[in-house]
């Protein structure tokens, strides 16, 4: 029998890469969905099978990780391997405007699935996604003991769903692991996140489609890695022979600056002639410095990064540049 993983955010750039890495593993694949009028599976579009067919591999079921009952349900129904909790509110500026919804969604989420799989007395292994904003204002690098401070509900709510895990996995004897993930890029980023927004910047004004770039802090530093390299780091977390936590990042450290000089440059243009500031985009608190300590998982996973930063800007403008032809 083949083995079966539950990936929530399957339609985000880490659950579409993960589910990916997944098939190509051989997994069964079943992927939580959320409705919506429009069409919202475009990361998926690509490893879509029809369910018609016998051999289908990838399945969706629509649902929302608010709906507690609705995902004990599918849990119990599936009774997967593995479940990779991916989904989330992600965006930290959008988290001051919409705090409860965050916390419910990005903190609470994860309550049901854990409850499933301890009432159902499963053998299922929990894989939550946690963030390097959890760490907040401490100094970096940041490993798994730095102290978390957190700066922002979005923050908090992670925190809160990483505890869980934690305690869950303390209190019952669960295979219930963390992995906190720095900040994590691909082509597949949501437009209004700052990397994909400057890339997509880029590719527009090249094209001259697009005038001027609007920021926020250009001084904020982070830990900027490609998310194909991470989703390894999380499989083999899944794998690892007990639950644990585990810093995934590069170990290096850039500021939005030098992104925005990169990509730029990258299409030989002056980012001074096309980039504006914009207060809007400020938090109300910030967090200056992100950078990852993977000595654990380069220790016990045997995982290292293996895209560098300027790649990752290149891989990311060159994606822009053919999607804008």
Same mark, same amino acid.
């Given at each position: 029998?083949?083995? !079966?993983?539950?990936?929530?955010?399957?339609?985000? =750039?880490?659950?579409?890469?993960?589910?990916?890495?997944?098939?190509?593993?051989?997994?069964?694949?079943?992927?939580?969905?959320?409705?919506?009028?429009?069409?919202?599976?475009?990361?998926?579009?690509?490893?879509?099978?029809?369910?018609?067919? =016998?051999?289908?591999?990838?399945?969706?079921?629509?649902?929302?990780?608010?709906d507690?009952?609705? &995902?004990?349900?599918?849990? +119990?129904?599936?009774? @997967?391997?593995?479940?990779?909790?991916?989904?989330?509110?992600?965006?930290?500026?959008?988290?001051?405007?919409?705090?409860?919804?965050?916390?419910?969604?990005?903190?609470?989420?994860?309550?049901?699935?854990?409850?499933?799989?301890?009432?159902?007395?499963?053998?299922t292994? !929990?894989?939550?996604?946690?963030? /390097?904003?959890?760490?907040?204002?401490? @100094?970096?690098? =940041?490993?798994?003991?730095?102290?978390?401070?957190?700066?922002?509900?979005?923050a908090?709510?992670?925190?809160?769903? +990483?505890w869980l895990?934690?305690?869950?996995?303390?209190? +019952?004897d669960m295979?219930?692991?963390?992995?906190?993930?720095?900040?994590?890029?691909?082509?597949?980023?949501?437009?209004?996140?700052?990397?994909?927004?400057?890339?997509?910047?880029?590719?527009?004004?090249?094209?001259? &489609?697009?005038?001027?770039?609007?920021?926020?802090?250009?001084?904020?530093?982070?830990?900027?890695? +490609?998310?194909?390299?991470?989703?390894?780091?999380?499989?083999?977390?899944? =794998?690892?022979?007990?639950?644990?936590?585990?810093?995934?990042?590069?170990?290096? &450290?850039? /500021?939005?600056?030098?992104?925005?000089?990169?990509?730029?440059?990258?299409?030989?243009?002056?980012?001074?002639?096309?980039?504006?500031?914009?207060?809007?985009?400020?938090?109300?608190?910030?967090?200056?410095?992100?950078?990852?300590?993977?000595?654990?998982?380069?220790?016990?996973?045997?995982?290292? @990064?293996?895209?560098?930063?300027k790649?990752?800007?290149?891989? &990311?403008?060159?994606?822009?540049?053919?999607?804008?032809?």
């Open positions: 029998m083949k083995k !079966i993983a539950l990936v929530t955010g399957i339609t985000g =750039q880490c659950g579409s890469y993960l589910a990916e890495l997944l098939l190509n593993k051989d997994y069964e694949v079943h992927g939580l969905v959320r409705r919506a009028s429009t069409f919202n599976t475009d990361r998926i579009n690509h490893i879509y099978q029809d369910p018609h067919n =016998q051999d289908v591999r990838l399945h969706l079921h629509y649902g929302d990780l608010t507690g009952q609705q &995902m004990s349900d599918l849990v +119990y129904q599936l009774k @997967p391997d593995i479940i990779f909790n991916c989904a989330a509110q992600s965006h930290v500026r959008v988290s001051f405007d919409t705090p409860c919804y965050t916390f419910s969604v990005t903190g609470g989420g994860i309550i049901p699935i854990l409850e499933a799989v301890k009432l159902g007395k499963l053998r292994r !929990i894989v939550q996604f946690s963030s /390097s904003e959890m760490f907040g204002s401490s @100094p970096a690098p =940041q490993n798994e003991n730095t102290l978390f401070q957190p700066r922002s509900p979005y908090v709510a992670k925190l809160a769903a +990483y895990v934690k305690n869950y996995r303390e209190a +019952y295979f219930a692991a963390n992995v906190i993930m720095f900040n994590t890029e691909s082509p597949r980023r949501g437009e209004t996140f700052v990397t994909r927004k400057v890339t997509k910047a880029v590719a527009r004004v090249k094209a001259g &489609m697009q005038k001027y770039l609007y920021l926020g802090n250009l001084d904020a530093k982070r830990d900027w890695s +490609y998310v194909p390299d991470n989703m390894e780091a999380v499989f083999r977390i899944s =794998q690892h022979s007990c639950p644990d936590d585990f810093v995934i990042g590069t170990g290096e &450290m850039h /500021s939005v600056r030098e992104f925005v000089e990169e990509a730029f440059s990258y299409a030989n243009l002056d980012w001074k002639e096309y980039v504006r500031i914009d207060e809007r985009y400020f938090r109300p608190t910030e967090v200056d410095e992100l950078c990852a300590d993977a000595t654990k998982a380069k220790n016990d996973l045997k995982w290292y @990064p293996k895209t560098k930063f790649d990752l800007v290149h891989i &990311m403008v060159d994606a822009d540049m053919e999607a804008v032809k």
